[in-house]
């Protein structure tokens, strides 16, 4: 199961940051995703397609349907730059999948 | 407070092998799932084995099958990754994380170890 993501995404502070995974009838799974910056452990920022974790600011939301799941990133802040990967359970062979990653640059 | 602290990174040469441990705090390390998952030098994460809390259940990628082996040891609250015949392919930073269980998103991450197979 391949999970397709942009390889970046630019956007401005203030604004709104939408990255997006796609893979077959994903609407259909879970998706997680994790944020991850250079020297400090990944952390889940949403899980279940839209469930924010203890911590993780309201700036932050999840959608998934059809062949598409994207994290929302409203009010964008320099504190989010970050490489985001989403991240499902593909239950016929029981893997774990990763998309390829999105770096997010704050202009 | 949650932890999560690997070590055994390092250099090895192709063919050679490695022990990767977790040690975990903060818990009860018998209700959760433990996951090992790596990242090459500028490249994604990737997924390489998966434990349950039992460890009566055990996932590998296929690019680490019948080479690396995952285990926990519930009297040390630690889980570990023994892995053989390493290839340069798998030079990566290797993270320890925490789910719920194995179909469960890892919700704490260690901060990782580097792993370097090179001649």
């Known amino acids: 199961y391949v999970l397709t993501q942009p390889p970046s995404v630019s956007v401005a502070p203030g604004q709104t940051a939408r990255i997006a995974c796609g893979g077959n009838n994903i609407g259909s799974k879970s998706v997680h995703w994790y944020q991850l910056k250079p020297g400090q452990a990944p952390v889940l920022v949403m899980s279940y397609d839209s469930d924010r974790p203890p911590g993780i600011p309201d700036r932050y939301s999840g959608s998934n349907s059809g062949n598409t799941a994207t994290l929302t990133i409203s009010r964008v802040e320099v504190g989010d730059e970050a490489d985001y990967y989403c991240q499902v359970w593909y239950a016929d062979n029981d893997h774990v999948v990763f998309g390829g990653g999105t770096r997010v640059t704050v202009l | 407070e949650v932890q999560l602290e690997e070590s055994g990174g390092g250099l090895v040469k192709p063919g050679g092998s490695l022990r990767l441990s977790c040690a975990t705090s903060?818990?009860?390390?018998?209700?959760?799932?433990m996951k090992w998952v790596r990242q090459a030098p500028g490249k994604g994460l990737e997924w390489v084995s998966s434990?349950?809390?039992?460890?009566?259940?055990?996932y590998y990628a296929d690019s680490v099958k019948g080479r690396f082996t995952i285990s926990r040891d519930s009297a040390t609250n630690s889980v570990y990754l023994q892995m053989n015949s390493l290839r340069a392919e798998d030079t990566a930073v290797y993270y320890c994380?925490?789910?719920?269980?194995?179909?469960?998103?890892?919700?704490?991450w260690g901060q990782g170890t580097m792993v370097i197979v090179s001649s």
């Open positions: 903060g818990f009860s390390f018998s209700d959760y799932s």
């Open positions: 994380t925490r789910a719920v269980t194995t179909v469960d998103p890892s919700d704490i």
């Open positions: 434990i349950s809390d039992t460890g009566r259940y055990i």
